[in-house]
Every structure is written in C-alpha cells, then in structure tokens.
C-alpha cells in the first residue's frame, strides 16, 4: 500500500538531483579538463604509434633501397625464389598448427576437469603449467629436447620430424594459453553447466565438445592467437635445436644479405599481423556469444 | 528412519518408486550423509528441507548421478542404481544456479537432451515446443538464455528437464536466486505441472514455506540424517525432535514442569507429543498461533510491539519474569492491541513438544 504523488505532465519533480538542474557554474573548469585529457590522449597515441611503427617505416624504407638512390622491390622478390625461406615459412606454420593443436588438446580437458572434478588441484596445474616462464631456453634445449627428439623421430613419419620443436613449443606456450583458457573457464559456470549437460544424458567427450568448448570460445581463441604469435617469434630454441623455421632463416640470411633479410623481417612481422586477425575473425563468436557481454535480463 | 510411502493423494499417479537405503557419504571427516533412508512413492513430491550443509543436496545428486556414496544403495523403480553413471540415469535436473547452455536458444536447449537421444530435427522442436508450452515460454523459443530473466530461464530449464520424459525430476533450490514475488509464482507453476506429468520429484530447498507448500510430504534433515518426514501439516502439528519443531515454523521456548505427559505452561496443562522430556523442568516449544492475548487491566503482561502482516499480526509480549513471547493471530482480532497494553497470556492445550531444562 504505497502512494506515489503524479507529477504533472511536462513538471520538473520536486526531487531532481541537483547535479541535472545546476547550469553553466563549473562547466569552464570541466571543459578546460575534457580539452587536456583529449589532448594527452592524442599524444600518448601519436608516441605510442611512432615507437610501433617508425621502426617499421624504416625496415621498409632500407628493404626497398635501389642502386644510386633509387627505389626496389628486388629484396622482396628475392624472397620468392628463395627455397629456404619457403621451407622456413612452411616449417614454422606447420609447427603454429601442431602446437596450437597439442595445447588444445592437452589443456582444455585437463583444465575443466580440474574445474568440475578436482577444483582443489587447479593450484597445481596452474603452478605446472606456469612453471616454464622461469625455465631458461637451454635448459629446455638440454634438458626435455632430447627426450622429444627421440619421440619425435620415432612418432613422425621422417626422421628430423618437426614434432621435436611442437613438443618443446608447446610447453613454452602453456603460461600465456593457460591464463587464456582459464579467463574463459572462469566467465561460465562449467560445473553446473557440465552436470546439465550430463543428466540430459551427455558423456564426457559430449559434455566437453558440445557444451563447454563453445562457452568457452574466447578463452580458447585467445590462448591460439598467443601460441600462434609465440611460435611464428620464436627463435632460440629452434636455432639450438638445429630446425630451419622461419626466424633462423631469417637470422642466417641477414649475414648474407641484409636488405632480404629486413625484407622478409617486415614480411614476417606482416604475415603474422594478418594471420592473427584473420585467426581472431574467424572466432570472433557466435551472435549468442558477442550478445551475451551485453547486459543480461533481469 | 524409514519412512512410509504418500497416501491416496498420489498413489493413481504415474512415475517410478525412489529408494535411499541407508546411504553414508563424507567429505573428509564431514558426515554429509549419515544412514539417510527414504522411500519416494510414484508421482509424490517429496521436498527436502534442511539448513545449508545438511545433506540435502549431497542426496539429490546422488539420486542424480552427479556425485557418489560411500555405502548403501539407491534404487529407482526397483533397480540398483548407486553406480550407473549420471547420463545413464534419465533423471531431470533443476538447478539453483541458471543452467541453460548459453550458446544455444531456449528451444535447442529444451531439445538437447531428446537431440542426445537420436530425436529427429522435426519430433524434437515438436516436443520442446510442446514443453515450452507447458511453461508458457513458447513465444521464447529462439530466444538465448542471456534475453531471458531469471524466472523464465528457470521455467526454461524446468522445460528441458521434463521434455527427456525422466523417470525422476530433481529440483535442487530451483528458486533460491529469484525475487519473492517470481518465486511464489513458479512454486505453484512447478507444483501444476508436478501434478499434471505425475514424474516422481524431490525438490530441496532451505526455504520452509516452499517444501510446505510444494511437498506431499516434508523431510527435514540435521547433519547428514533424515530428522522426521511426514506430510506438511503433521511435520509441523507433530514434530517429532526438538530439531524439527524449532526448525519448521516459528517457536516459543517457554519454561514449564513435565508430568505424566503433559506440561504446565502459563497456567495451561498442555499435552506433550511423543519423544518429548516427560518429567521435572521443561522447555515447552509453543507455536505463536497457540499464544492466546487478552487485554485485561491489572495484567502483569504488557505488550512489546505489534507487526502487522496482512492478513495476520504478530505481537511480542514481555512476561512478568522477564520472557518474551510471540503471539500471532488474524489481524481482525489485534483490536485493543498495541505497545504497553496490559494482557493476559494463555496457551492453547494442543499439543507440544518440550526439551530437558
């Protein structure tokens, strides 16, 4: 039984905040602030983007250099016809799809089931999965890698099988996809959604594949644009463990030949960038995905 | 603890005969589930209530599939079904968080479980349809489960449990997470619909007005047992423990001497229920509605406060010795009621259930 006054049609209410009626006092300062914070937020932009791409300004400025101040594109050409480098490319992306593969598959379960069956071990597997950030290159290389070559030769079909260099990869890529795909498990409810999805009658593979995987699907895209950029930027290992990817062969034409070697840097770098936006375009999400960040229902 | 199946009111009932026998289960060195035994007759509503930490989830989800007993044994419509994994059961699940898959519709999500079982694309949105329908969510079918509040999700999810035709439906807090007013609104849609598909349920719940207004009969549990069931109003005219007679309901603990089964109490010889302390000092447990208040000049009782709740009232009065009392009657018999008014306090001599002391 509450009585609520009407307020005539086209009437201020008696009890409009004083924020929403108060004119022009203080509306000079507040002016003179908005007009600083767009301006430093110009210049933070303008430094930002003149650190990112003067550099590249400059790789493309020397890679197209011609004799007697001229302008060539002979540099990228050269790349072309360089059998190397096309092996380079193909190794390294070979290596980006088996490792982003091998990370999915090895972490996607053992994290939700963490989540659904053994929460109090979700300590240990991020404590295992971080632990390679503090592991140094070569005591991967010398340590793990000749336990990976071995499975390597005797797993692939050919003998310097590239599977060697996923194995390590995707070690070194579980504290970037672990974070990833963890954000994604902790935005739904897996447990419950899992426990609906298995009294409808869902085993396992069913529950994961068809309920969990699809919830997740930013975390999971997320943690594969991470492995994909790690593994196309990765150098030292690769080189350590004698594989010709793209970033050694860039290394070794860059002693013979300098202008090939930034030009394939900026088309690397290039690749890369577009790879990653079409691997983020791809799996952008489902309408219900994208929506369900809006505000939800009450 | 065992106890007997409904009555007549759900004996012509389709649905399938529920067993807990003797079910143990701990979590560490908590009990949770302490000799629990029940048998669920077809179609009855058997609501389990009980504070957190009780047990009563861990039964449910045993009963579920979804967690697993230490020792005894569940049986579902004769059958041994302690460890038949959670997918294998058919048992439609409600549960208190909002469970609907987020990347499908309303209508694919009330399929799932019939697309699970090799339903065609056309039988199945004729049957979730139908479903919906039945919750009143039809118009929603293409909807995502963020469009939706959380009432109709929860009507969405009722739909998808009961569109697999389960043997059992199993409502674990279905309405904890939903305002007063949905909640109210649901209980009775849950109970229509209980009522009209005749699916055997247990539904748990904290909440006491729900499992008295739901279930054909009440269990109420303390630390892993089963304290008493029987239908809502001998749980709450009859309690049989101490526990059950404070937990369900509002009490008066009032002090008063036991002998040969009765309680003198403010001047009244109550009888005493069974189980009950039957000699010397006792703490009678008085329901408010058998505290009776009359206005009389030179009582040694005055009033406190008066509540007003509708179609009720509740007054709490101070005795003499310093006591408080609450008293609830129909609002049309509060006349002459208010603070510092003298009255004179009586008990109705129905009977009570009194503790030691």
Known sequence: MTFTPSTPAGAAPADTPLAVRSTGSGRGPRRRRSRFHSASRIAILVIVLGYLILPLFAMLEFSTRGDYGSRSLQSYAAILSNPNLIDGIATSLEVAVLTVLGMLLLLVPTMTWTVIRVPRMRRVVEFLCLLPLAIPAIVLVVGIAPMYRWMGQHLGAFGGSPLTLVFVDIILVLPFAYRAIDAGLRAVDVATLADAARSLGAGWPRTILQVIVPNIRGGILAASVLAVALVLGEYTISSLLSFNTLQVVIFLLGRRDAFVSVAVSLAALMFAFVLLIVIARFGAGSRAEQAAEEEPVR | ?357
């Not at chain 2, 419509?77 to 309303?106: C, E, W």
């Not at chain 2, 199945?124 to 919906?132: D, G, I, N, Q, S």
């Not at chain 2, 709740?309 to 002459?336: F, I, K, N, Y």
């Open chain 2, 1 to 357: 603890m065992t106890a007997t199946t409904a009555g007549t009111a759900t004996a012509e009932r389709a649905g399938v005969a529920v067993q807990f026998q003797d079910l143990h289960r701990w979590y560490g060195k908590v009990h949770a589930l302490d000799g629990l035994t029940i048998d669920i007759a077809p179609g009855e509503l058997v609501a389990l209530l009980g504070p957190s930490g009780c047990g009563k989830t861990t039964a449910l989800r045993a009963l579920g599939g979804l967690d697993e007993v230490d020792a005894g044994r569940i049986l579902v419509d004769g059958r041994d079904m302690t460890h038949v994994p959670a997918n294998k059961r058919g048992m439609g699940i409600v549960f208190q968080a909002y469970s609907l898959f987020p990347n499908m519709t309303t209508i694919d999500n009330v399929g799932y479980g019939l697309r699970l079982r090799g339903v065609g694309a056309v039988d199945r949105r004729k049957r979730a349809t139908e479903m919906l329908e039945l919750v009143g969510l039809a118009k929603q079918a293409d909807r995502y489960p963020y469009q939706m509040s959380g009432g109709q999700q929860q009507r969405v999810a009722l739909a998808r449990a009961l569109a697999i035709e389960p043997k059992v439906l199993l409502l674990d807090e279905p309405l904890s997470a939903l305002d007063a007013k949905v909640r109210r609104q649901l209980r009775e849609e849950i109970r229509r619909i209980q009522i009209a598909v005749g699916t055997t349920t247990l539904f748990v719940t904290h909440d006491q007005e729900e499992a008295l207004a739901l279930g054909d009969r009440v269990g109420v549990m303390s630390a892993g047992r089963l304290e008493q069931i029987a239908s809502p109003t001998e749980l709450y005219d009859r309690p049989r423990t101490a526990f059950v007679a404070e937990f369900v309901g509002l009490t008066n603990r009032l002090r008063g001497v036991a002998d040969a089964g009765a309680v003198q109490i403010l001047g009244t010889r109550v009888p005493l229920l069974e189980g009950s302390a039957g000699t010397g000092p006792v703490t009678a447990l008085v329901r408010p509605e058998s505290v009776k208040l009359t206005p009389e000049d030179g009582a040694n009782a005055h009033v406190l406060a008066v509540s007003f709740l509708g179609s009720l009232c509740r007054t709490q009065v101070a005795l003499p010795d310093g006591d408080l009392v609450v008293a609830q009657m129909a609002a049309a018999e509060m006349a002459g009621l208010a603070p510092g008014v003298a009255v004179r306090v009586t008990v109705a001599p129905s009977p009570v259930f009194a503790v030691t002391g």
